[in-house]
């Protein structure tokens, strides 16, 4: 089992700049990607930034260059990192991490972590 932890998001005004954090524990063995979802509510769930163990990233078209992924391995974790920078009112959404083990076809769902950009 691959347990999920993220921190960060909360209220900030357009403009501005957030940090996610989201550390994968537990059987990170043979975890391949890692990243955001997010999801505005009465929408689907929409990928905003992934990145996979050779450190390629893909990002949604609506990030625009705004926001950055990042993962960082120890022998236990995997953390990945989104930076956000830009910050517009539209980006007020429940933000999830995932982790994917393409070999099993599985996902693991963070909590969810709620960001409000105000005008």
Known sequence: QVQLV???GGLVQ???SLNLSCAASGSIWGINSMGWYRQIPGYQRELV???DSAYRSNYADFVEGRFTISRERT???LTVYLQ???LKP???ALYYCYARKI???TDAW???TQITIST
Do not use: H, R, V
Request: proline share 0%; hydrophobic share 20%.
């Open 90 to 92: 539209e980006d007020t």
């Open 103 to 105: 070999a099993l076809n």
């Open 6 to 8: 993220e921190s960060g």
């Open 14 to 16: 357009a403009g501005g």
């Open 75 to 77: 022998t236990s974790t």
């Open 110 to 112: 963070g909590q969810g």
């Open 84 to 86: 956000m920078s830009s």
């Open 49 to 51: 930034a992934t990145t």
